[in-house]
């Protein structure tokens, strides 16, 4: 199975320190990569962590907050500056292009790549890119301004096939797209073998959700039912679930609740407000409803 | 004497490493503090070497590249957040206000606190910024896109009271501003003392030359001449001198022989391009032209 990774670029919020940045996390799958949020230092976060600037096509913003765009036009920058010439779409409420085209016109020359605004509705449900690797979908959040977090969905591989038997059936290689895909094996004499003899099933497709910031709200949870990992934001400590509430955000035993009404498998949480020096409490309240919960740091790095 | 104090924010160039990031540094003088310059992640170095936001009212821009000033719009966005009230001024070439008022309009309230754009004339040698604690004057520079140096001059400071005689001669507190400033005095009997009896002199005001991004030139020298302490960019080594020629930036060497002749007490390099691992080499060869230089590092503090 091919590694589905996840590198945290950023997990801070608001107030970036030198150990939390602003939010940006890259998804490695089938040598593509994909971007979610991309605030301030991110270039730096991706030259520090070595995630290569390269191959990564698709950026998903999940709101129009400084913490979670503002490294857009110095990531950009500096890809121009290192000579790409692939486009680069960008996946977020329409207003950003507004934001971001006077800076990205300013700092890169006009032979530069181009870069595509795709504008998301953050209030919908919906498919917004896909490709041969994965589907992202929308999850509408409920946040101060339009927000949505994004349902990342690997497409249904190919069977594996059984190399012994296709040798002992002497398949031709122009028959084993059909049978990865699903297809019997029927020889020159009308022989049938059928194709659960000739392949192994495909893999499982894995799915990992990003909750973005969002008061606690249970309306997600049939998206990110049974995903195989669920980044929830969790800003604040249960000590300040009013200042949550207050200003649109999750707690750490919110963030696991989600986690365990959706059945999720695995919980990382992240985006702590400055306030909080220690991130083990974090881990403490959220552990005490969903036990496989891990905190996320800057330069954590996992697979699906 | 008061401390004045420079605080090395980001030493790198074009593209920010997370030991180098973008260029910025911060002056402190007699309880204020001025910003040069504003890459990215300006605002996370601002909170790793503990230089506070507040009674920083005036950032000084050298020229619209990117690693120059894509901060501002983060550390502006943070200063907001944190409820600033006070104005804060901004001095650089005029297209800056065109790229960044889009970002500060969307990412701050309208009631936010208010910024202010002092459009500069890069080519002008002018003073574009006076309080009572220091002037600060353009020096124009040889580079890709209209730049300047900029040169720091504390103003001359008061004489300093000599306690004793103050009280010897039963002088009132009314009479000492004159004093400090030069003036004998004269008792009610017409008797004259001497300022020079009565005072010390004020300090010698100290300068600071902050060269940014400039091909090697020597016209600046007659603004920076003996100045206490010079910073200039040294984006690289002798190897690369081509390179630097071409892109219109300095070596080390060349920086020091700027130094050298403008007979400055104290050099200060930095803005290494990312392609140099180690730095050692730029002290190495800057010091076998002018012996009293340093190297920039984020987090070098050093006062004149």
Known sequence: MEPFRVTILGSGSALPTKDNFHASQVLELRGRRYMIDCGEGTQIKMGQYKVNVSRLNNIFISHLHSDHCIGLAGLISTMAMLGRSEPLSIYAYKDLKNILLPTLDYFTDDDSFEVIFHDINPKKKEIVYEDKALT???????????TCGFLFEERQGERHLIKQMIE???????????IKQGADFVDKDGFVVKNERLTTPADVP?????????????????????????????????????????TLHSTA????????????KKLVIGHYSARYRQHKPFLDEARSVFENTVLAEDGLIFEL
């Open 136 to 146: 992202v979908s929308t999850i509408p959040l409920k946040h101060r301004v339009p």
């Open 168 to 178: 002992a059936f002497d398949i031709p290689i122009r028959e084993l797209k059909a």
């Open 206 to 246: 894995r799915r990992y959700a990003y909750i973005s910031d969002t008061l606690y709200t249970e309306s997600i949870i049939p998206q990110i039912e049974g995903v195989d990992c669920l980044f929830h934001e969790a800003t604040f400590l249960e000590q300040d679930h009013r200042r949550a509430k207050e």
């Open 253 to 264: 035993i919110q963030a696991a609740q989600i986690a365990k009404k959706a059945k999720v």
